[in-house]
């Protein structure tokens, strides 16, 4: 990203830009078109929704948390009417569930739902979502934000028929956020033709024509693009499976430790990108937060909407290592003994390293 930028009508860009795209494609899965839009994450998500249905196409969102949420107010801002699977926070919504509620809804057009909704680090099965669209629901898109789940989790777009399936550059990628990424079936494709709902700089046939000829309808981040072409190269390097594998074991080591420390975890079906967790009883999540960060450095998130001031939210994905989950339990024992916490000493440590030990 240092490097000087390259103009983006240059021979120089285009090959690096499809070359991206082809990248993008082998971290996907897929044989879908990609398409790269300079954006956030949630710049994609409204991009999905505005070029994929209309007014009168009835959509199911999977809210099972604030990113959840995020897909209703989008439809709303679109005025596409918008059902919801309402899970309380840290449940996941299951195959059958969902299945359920389009069973309610007959003529629902699309299905929106999270990979991993952050806010409660709660992962959805979607293999069995899929697998369960194509078997009973075959005219329903499948619309998958996998912001943080992509590089985390096992990510099979087309084995498990997955239309559209949406990340950002500022997850598990590790660059700076800007960039915004989404994987387009040829069905997604039919459905972009025929929708009426109003877009302009996120005109996603325009910007499919312009892609297919390695250039971009709009001034690209030119940088993030340079640093996405070298982090895509990076993980297939490494092996997909393996960062995939080792996200899924900080997950567990992050766990184990919480554990071990009394820490309650919020979700019954927990997210490999980061782990969402009560801390022990007359604790303050907030107040342990803030003597993270200005003991040790240590910056954790806390809860959002509901579950703000009440658990704390710890990343493992990107530039992160098994080295560095031991040293945030590390600083969270001597924050909570610095606090009155019965806290044996290296107990909480010691149970992640113990998991890390067992894969």
């Not at 960062?243 to 927990?270: D, K, Y």
């Not at 530039?319 to 610095?338: G, K, N, P, R």
Request: charged content about 20%; aromatic content about 6%.
């Amino acid at each position: 990203m240092a490097k000087p930028i390259i103009h983006h009508r240059t021979q120089e860009f285009k090959e690096l830009f499809l070359e991206t795209r082809r990248l993008l494609q082998d971290i996907f899965k897929t044989q879908n078109e990609m398409l790269i839009l300079t954006a956030s994450g949630t710049g994609a998500m409204e991009a999905a929704v505005c070029n994929l249905f209309s007014p009168q196409d009835q959509t199911l969102a999977v809210v099972a948390g604030k990113f959840g949420e995020r897909w209703q107010e989008i439809c709303q801002a679109f005025q596409i009417p918008c059902v919801s699977l309402t899970k309380e926070y840290g449940d996941a919504a299951t195959a059958e569930e969902i299945g359920e509620a389009l069973q309610r809804n007959p003529g629902t057009k699309g299905l929106l739902i999270q990979g991993c909704e952050t806010s409660t680090a709660t992962a959805h099965d979607l293999e069995a979502v899929g697998n369960m669209i194509r078997r009973d629901f075959p005219e329903v898109l499948v619309v998958v934000d996998a912001i943080t789940a992509a590089g985390c989790q096992p990510l099979e777009t087309d084995a498990w028929g997955l239309d559209v399936v949406i990340s950002g550059s500022q997850k598990s990628f590790a660059l700076p956020p800007g960039l915004a990424f989404m994987s387009i079936s040829p069905r997604a494709q039919q459905k972009m033709s025929a929708a009426v709902s109003p877009r302009y700089y996120f005109n996603l046939a325009k910007e499919l024509k312009n892609q297919q000829a390695g250039q971009t309808a709009w001034t690209p981040n030119v940088s993030l693009v340079v640093a996405l072409n070298a982090v895509c190269k990076e993980i297939l390097c490494e092996g997909l499976d393996k960062v995939v594998a080792e996200a899924e074991l900080m997950a567990r080591s992050t766990r184990q430790g919480l554990l071990a420390l009394n820490f309650r975890l919020l979700s019954s079906s927990p997210a490999s990108a980061a782990t969402a967790a009560f801390p022990p009883e007359g604790v303050s999540a907030s107040e342990l937060s803030k003597k993270l960060e200005s003991r040790f450095g240590v910056k954790v998130a806390g809860g959002q909407g509901e579950l703000k001031g009440k658990i704390i939210r710890i990343a493992h994905l990107g530039y992160f290592d098994t080295l560095d989950v031991f040293s945030v339990l590390s600083a969270i024992e001597l924050c909570l003994m610095e606090m009155g916490q019965p806290v044996e000493p290296g107990v909480g440590v010691r149970a992640a390293m113990l998991e890390a030990r067992q894969n």
